[in-house]
């Protein structure tokens, strides 16, 4: 099994880093099945998760986030307390793809691996706050199982097609951060709402954080 090129691996670092901002565990759990199986050399740096103790833990948690990301109220929760545990967790791993022998390259790869975990944390729980606040639970379980499908299809791009991941994977950053805007807008809106109403000023309401633009009836184009 011939070992993995560099726009391979320089993919796959940026795909550890981005993915273990979303799904951790599913990460650890997708990476050390793929040594373990003999799918994917994995390097030196990683070897590690391919091991029998680290499969079982990581697949444990990834039953437990499964259900965990699903119920409103508890993903915000999760996401709170992994928020320690993602950033450092996806520049660890990305810095293991190029190990000891490439300090330089793993120490570049553990801080750009780093901000892509923080970037993917930040709009997943900035987003799946603001879809919280909806009254209906199946907007919160649709965007867990994209999120659930986002992560394995990324880590196989990076190997697979490591060009073609460049690609999109700027595409999502790039959507990332418009999320994260969107997102703290509203949750920023909703937090001055709850603070006037503590106060007894009056109440505009705020708009939902994701709508579709409607025109107005005296807007609609005569045929």
Same mark, same amino acid.
């Given at each position: ?9 320089? *993919? &796959?670092? /940026? +795909? $550890? ?13 997708? #990476?050390?099945? @793929? ?70 390259? *793993? &120490?570049? /790869? +553990? $801080? ?13 729980? #900035?987003?799946? @706050? ?94």
């Amino acid at each position: 099994m011939n070992s993995l090129d560099m726009p391979q691996l320089l *993919a &796959l670092a /940026a +795909a $550890l880093g981005w993915a273990s901002g979303v799904r951790l565990y599913l990460v650890v759990l997708l #990476t050390g099945l @793929a040594g373990y199986m003999g799918w994917v050399p994995l390097p030196s740096g990683l070897h590690l998760l391919a091991h029998p103790v680290v499969l079982a833990a990581s697949g444990f948690m990834v039953f437990v986030e499964f259900f965990a990301d699903k119920i409103p109220g508890l993903d915000s929760i999760w996401d709170m307390v992994h928020t320690a545990i993602r950033i450092p967790a996806g520049a660890a791993l990305a810095a293991g793809v190029f190990g000891a022998d490439h300090a330089a390259m *793993a &120490l570049v /790869a +553990a $801080l750009l691996g780093g901000g892509f975990a923080a970037t993917a944390h930040a709009a997943k729980a #900035t987003t799946r @706050a603001a879809i919280n606040t909806s009254p209906e639970p199946f907007s919160n379980v649709g965007a867990s199982l994209v999120e659930d499908g986002m992560v394995p299809a990324g880590l196989w791009l990076a190997v697979a097609h490591p060009l073609l991941f460049g690609v999109l994977f700027i595409a999502v950053l790039v959507l990332s951060v418009w999320l994260i805007r969107k997102s703290w807008r509203f949750l920023k809106s909703l937090f001055g709402r709850v603070a006037r109403i503590f106060s007894g000023r009056p109440d505009p309401g705020v708009s939902p954080a994701f709508q579709l633009k409607k025109n107005s009836p005296g807007d609609s184009s005569n045929v």
